[in-house]
């Protein structure tokens, strides 16, 4: 099969699809397919850069400029595609794929509209609350438009799944959990308490997390980058935080610094399902997060992690001081994070399993 995937991060971008789709290329490579990738990029990036055909497409363009090139060369090549994977860029991949007509899986991994509206700060609301009270405007009914040209929609989590019903989309929707490789159990001295990966923005509350550290004297690592990138590391030097921000790391490099920290934190107001959480959790050490529907789908009290209230950041911090300075149980957790991800959250398994839904629309 000719498989046209599509998203609108890779690396060296953070975020979810710029680890999935490298991976699933990959997959349908060594299954005898031929992929072809259209992607964003911020810098000039050779088309040889992978073992497969990359399109990189200038982020810098003006954003109608952008989606009509974008529109014209996905329709180009999905023309010459048998099946297409989106993972972003769905506005225009909807629109280039009602005229080609090509079978097109979409995985929605979070709601792109409510996203914008938090980092332009023109929203404050929670993921659930937007949902239940705006409408979304032109974006959501463009999104609607996007995605009911698909011919299926696949999330991570149940509550995405929902909200992809009620944002309108006739099109058949059904979950597959992402998933990790499992690292194992690492003898990596402990430097911090706590560790965090993710995209710096306003819904991952890692000012939370900074605040909390100052508070308790924790020593905390943040990775990644992102919009809120200079307003943190501005926030850790005025609370004199022991705070270490690491930038955005290549994989491996992620993976060796959340094998120095004693627990992962991920304290975020919303998450579909987590891959550092996840990366984390196969590497043996436990997690410290929120009550957001995708965390607690992932963690269990007292068995592979904790989640906690922040909606009280005082309690929250008490609790995650008092988590830190409890060793009795930590090895137990540790050993039931690795035991999580084998069980349920192996990425052989996830790609198999889009693999094979994907080759259902043909």
């Given at each position: 099969?000719?498989?046209?995937?599509?998203?609108?991060?890779?690396?060296?971008?953070?975020?979810?699809?710029?680890?999935?789709?490298p991976q699933f290329a990959n997959h349908l490579?060594?299954?005898?397919?031929k992929v072809k990738v259209i992607t964003l990029t911020d810098s000039k990036r050779s088309k040889n850069e992978f073992p497969y055909p990359v399109r990189f497409i200038n982020r810098s363009l003006t954003k109608p400029l952008r989606m009509i090139l974008t529109t014209k060369y996905i329709f180009l090549s999905s023309i010459r595609s048998d099946l297409i994977f989106a993972n972003g860029l769905y506005e225009e991949t909807g629109v280039a794929v009602r005229?080609?007509?090509?079978?097109?899986?979409?995985?929605?991994?979070?709601d792109p509209v409510w996203e914008r509206a938090r980092n332009s700060g023109s929203t404050k609301l929670t993921i659930e609350s937007f949902n239940n009270v705006e409408s979304g405007g032109f974006q959501r009914k463009l999104l609607r438009f996007a995605l009911n040209g698909f011919s299926e929609i696949i999330t991570p989590s149940q509550q995405?799944?929902?909200?992809?019903?009620?944002?309108?989309?006739?099109?058949?929707?059904?979950?597959?959990p992402n998933g990790v490789q499992v690292i194992g159990m690492t003898n990596q001295p402990k430097g911090f308490d706590l560790v965090t990966a993710s995209r710096l923005v306003p819904w991952k509350n890692v000012d939370l997390l900074i605040r909390i550290a100052?508070?308790?004297?924790?020593?905390?690592?943040?990775?990644?980058?992102?919009?809120?990138?200079?307003?943190?590391?501005?926030?850790?030097?005025?609370?004199?935080?022991?705070?270490?921000?690491?930038?955005?790391l290549a994989q491996d490099k992620v993976s060796q610094q959340v094998a120095k920290a004693k627990y992962f934190a991920l304290l975020s107001t919303y998450e579909g399902m987590s891959f550092a959480l996840l990366e984390a959790l196969g590497a043996g050490i436990p997690?410290?997060?929120?009550?957001?529907?995708?965390?607690?789908a992932v963690i269990q009290n007292g068995v592979n992690g904790y989640v906690v209230d922040i909606s009280n950041e005082i309690s929250c911090g008490n609790l995650i001081a008092e988590i830190l300075s409890s060793s009795s149980d930590y090895q137990k957790v540790s050993e039931g994070a690795l035991q999580s991800?084998?069980?349920?959250?192996?990425?052989?398994?996830?790609l198999a399993n889009t693999e094979t839904k994907l080759l259902s629309l043909k």
């Open positions: 099969m000719k498989i046209l995937l599509i998203s609108g991060i890779y690396p060296p971008d953070d975020g979810g699809p710029a680890k999935f789709v490579i060594s299954q005898g397919h005229f080609s007509r090509t079978p097109t899986l979409g995985k929605i991994v979070g995405l799944a929902d909200f992809v019903k009620q944002w309108g989309v006739s099109k058949a929707v059904s979950m597959i100052a508070k308790k004297n924790l020593k905390l690592c943040v990775i990644g980058d992102g919009p809120e990138n200079l307003k943190l590391r501005t926030l850790a030097t005025e609370l004199n935080a022991q705070v270490t921000f690491t930038g955005a997690a410290i997060v929120s009550n957001a529907a995708g965390n607690v991800v084998i069980k349920n959250y192996s990425i052989d398994r996830t």
